[in-house]
């Protein structure tokens, strides 16, 4: 066990000096250690994913708010929404940045997708998603609309520890990101820190950081 926590930490450290990050080291292995009996179910997450991509989509059209508020009540995924998409959903959102936000959740809907191993190549913390990636995710997900009940039955997870790594990863990053906030010092990493925090973010929820379970409340602390 202890070989295989120090070959992690090694990983983990070098991917971290390749995007720029030299001066964060694990210090303690058990941060490492995790239950992964703690995760969300796949199913649930799969129900997120769907949410998160949905909700992306309506910040875009918000003329299909109600059709996409009726897909999800009949595919039974209403209850799975958080206040705060209930608030766009049914139109009470009037702040336009909180609409533009919710555009990017296009970026968490991916990296679940990732996790529950329908995307197979991790993506770059450099940049966000591009267009042949989200072409690649719609193709391998129901469309809007679809009947989702076999679909979110069948997901699997891929390898927890890979994901966990990925969450540590990021966790890391936005530590390196804060503390350049709080000392002042230059950005060297070449690290898209707006993407990097939101799949800390999302990453913490499956995981159940600190035990949250709800979207609104997940915690990203370092």
Not at 63 to 76: F, Y
Not at 134 to 139: H, I
Not at 194 to 208: C, D, K, V, Y
Request: aromatic share 12%; with cysteine; hydrophobic share 35%.
């Amino acid at each position: 066990m202890t070989t295989e926590l120090n070959n992690r930490k090694k990983r983990l450290e070098e991917r971290l000096v390749k995007h720029g990050i030299k001066e964060y080291h694990i210090q303690y292995l058990p941060y490492l250690e995790f239950d992964e009996k703690k995760f969300s179910t796949p199913y649930v997450t799969g129900c997120r994913m769907m949410i998160l991509y949905a909700v992306a989509y309506t910040a875009s059209e918000l003329d299909d708010r109600e059709a996409i508020t009726k897909w999800l009540k009949r595919e039974e995924l209403l209850s799975h929404v958080s206040p705060d998409e209930r608030e766009l959903l049914e139109g009470k959102l009037k702040n336009e940045q909180k609409i533009i936000d919710f555009s990017w959740q296009r970026e968490c809907a991916y990296i679940l997708a990732w996790a529950l191993n329908l995307i197979k190549e991790t993506p770059t913390p450099t940049e966000q998603v591009n267009d042949q990636q989200l072409d690649d995710f719609m193709n391998v997900i129901p469309a809007l609309g679809e009947e989702l009940g076999d679909f979110l039955n069948e997901l699997n997870y891929r390898d927890t520890t890979e994901i966990y790594d990925e969450n540590l990863f990021h966790e890391l990053a936005t530590t390196y990101f804060r503390d350049l906030m709080f000392n002042g010092k230059k950005d060297n990493s070449d690290i898209d820190r707006n993407i990097s925090f939101l799949r800390h973010q999302t990453l913490n929820w499956l995981r159940r950081f600190m035990d949250i379970e709800e979207w609104d409340e997940t915690d990203t602390s370092t």
